[in-house]
Nanobody, 122 residues
Framework: VQLQASGGGLVQAGGSLSLSCAAS????????MGWFRQAPGKERELVAG???????NYADSVKGRFTISRDNAKNTVSLQMNSLKPEDTAVYYC?????????????????WGQGTLVTVSS
């Protein structure tokens, strides 16, 4: 089982990036999936989650700017990030859990991608 994240990079404040995570080895159709981020010296935090049924929730800091989506046919989950701010700079990880509902902390997720760096310059 593997999650492969891609799409990070360097962007100016106010810009946009799209992250994608491709899963292989099994279907995650029945799994909640999420995007976490970890900035230097900070704990890994849930940025956005999506249930197996497609319901979403977001950290307050990204509401209205980020959108998570999933494509069960392609076994992928994506994160569209708009109006990026310097404080969004972090390594972003996709994750999946063996349960249909979103878990609020990293310890509730069973599978992880390798992380992709997002840097937002001011």
């Amino acid at each position: 089982v593997q999650l492969q994240a891609s799409g990070g990079g360097l962007v100016q404040a106010g810009g946009s990036l799209s992250l994608s995570c491709a899963a292989s080895g099994r279907t995650f159709r029945w799994s909640a999936m999420g995007w976490f981020r970890q900035a230097p010296g900070k704990e890994r935090e849930l940025v956005a989650g999506i249930t197996s049924g497609g319901s979403t929730n977001y950290a307050d800091s990204v509401k209205g700017r980020f959108t998570i989506s999933r494509d069960n046919a392609k076994n992928t989950v994506s994160l569209q990030m708009n109006s990026l701010k310097p404080e969004d700079t972090a390594v972003y990880y996709c994750a999946a859990r063996d349960a249909p509902l979103i878990g609020s902390t990293w310890s509730l997720y069973n599978y992880w991608g390798q992380g992709t760096l997002v840097t937002v310059s001011s």
